[in-house]
């Protein structure tokens, strides 16, 4: 009796080692939104080679048993591969099955990337596949209905400046803006002058302080081109202790004009400023708010922002919205 207990054991180990070495556990690309869920559900449920043992949403990782001819004589790789053909096959290239991201959960990186227009599933798609194959990207999201793109990053392999390249690279605007809760109200802010603007109501000085992060302020750039260094002057409304200058680039998939070093000065009188900034800053190219912060709080009435390079090292300068933070 021991001696048959003993075989039905083995036979049993036997098997249940064999289920288990038909399951391949990979990151399911596609995966950015809930309701993609059932769509990857019903996607596998149409290939009889394979069915879904596990699958996390929120990690987009799904465990998949396969039949005894996806083997490959115990080649994992090719296994995962053939999963990932049949997968890209049946939903048209929307499901793809790759190897996970062998890092842990606890060094991931949640950042939000605002998009402009993200008002259906297809631009939630497109904002999705910008980013979400970009090595150090673990996972992904975009939801139409917050407008906005959601994405798990290793900082140590990207940044979020290569996230917003890639967006660029695919001209999918963003949506940052700046919270003027936090700053001098921009009612409160009005323009004395700049050194130029485009010639056409796009482009216009009125858009630095218009509160619409779509609109851009930009240099003269047809005809007389206006050139290096660019000047803006701002009435703050009253004297201020200003404690740093807010910089928004322009929200459009264009990263022709964003600024790169910029130079504070603070007066109480509109027409002569210190000679030696009291801020500066070499800004990057980011898509989202940037600031400059002073050493210590400058108390004035006008500020003097003086662009001395862009970030391609071209003539022409852009900027959605401006905002000044002062120390109450």
């Known amino acids: 009796m021991r001696v048959v207990v003993t075989i039905l054991f083995l036979c049993?180990?036997?098997?249940?080692?064999?289920?288990?070495?038909?399951?391949?556990?990979?990151?399911?690309?596609?995966?950015?939104?809930?309701?993609?869920?059932a769509r990857f559900r019903d996607t596998v449920?149409?290939?009889?080679?394979?069915?879904i043992e596990k699958l996390d949403f929120q990690t987009s990782v799904a465990t998949i048993a396969y039949s005894e001819k996806l083997l490959y004589q115990g080649d994992l790789k090719?296994?995962?591969?053939?999963?990932?053909?049949?997968?890209?096959?049946?939903?048209?290239g929307m499901f793809e099955f790759l190897?996970?991201?062998?890092?842990?959960?606890?060094?991931?990186?949640?950042?939000?990337?605002?998009?402009?227009?993200?008002?259906?599933?297809?631009?939630?798609?497109?904002?999705?596949l910008a980013v979400c194959k970009i090595e150090g990207v673990c996972r992904a999201t975009a939801d139409f209905g917050?407008?906005?793109?959601?994405?798990?990053?290793?900082e140590d392999k990207v940044s979020l400046q290569r996230l917003h390249e890639e967006l660029v690279k695919r001209r999918i605007p963003t949506d940052y803006s700046l919270n003027y809760e936090t700053l001098v109200p921009r009612q409160d802010l009005s323009v004395v002058r700049v050194s130029s603007e485009g010639n056409h109501q796009d482009g216009r000085a009125a858009n630095l302080i218009d509160g619409d992060s779509q609109s851009i302020?930009?240099?003269?750039?047809?005809?007389?081109?206006a050139d290096l260094p660019h000047e803006i002057v701002l009435d703050l409304g009253k004297s201020r202790r200003v404690k740093a200058v807010h910089y928004l680039p322009r929200q459009d998939p264009s990263n022709v004009g964003l600024l790169a070093k910029t130079e504070f000065h603070i007066s109480e009188d509109k027409a002569k400023f210190p000679v030696g900034p009291q801020a500066r800053i070499l800004f990057g190219s980011l898509k989202s708010p940037q600031a400059a912060l002073f050493d210590a709080p400058k108390k004035g009435r006008y500020l003097l922002i003086r662009i001395l390079g862009e970030i391609n090292r071209k003539p022409d300068v852009s900027i959605a919205e401006l905002g000044v933070e002062e120390l109450p």
């Not at 190897?99 to 904002?127: H, Q």
């Open 99 to 128: 190897p996970c991201v062998d890092e842990g959960t606890k060094n991931w990186k949640e950042v939000l990337v605002p998009i402009a227009g993200l008002d259906c599933m297809a631009c939630s798609y497109a904002a999705y």
């Open 146 to 154: 917050t407008g906005k793109l959601k994405v798990w990053i290793l």
């Open 12 to 37: 049993f180990c036997n098997y249940s080692s064999l289920t288990a070495s038909r399951s391949a556990k990979g990151r399911v690309i596609g995966l950015f939104h809930p309701d993609q869920v």
């Open 217 to 225: 302020w930009q240099s003269q750039f047809t005809e007389l081109r």
């Open 78 to 92: 090719k296994t995962r591969e053939s999963i990932d053909r049949m997968l890209r096959g049946e939903s048209m």
């Open 45 to 51: 449920e149409a290939i009889p080679e394979i069915s």
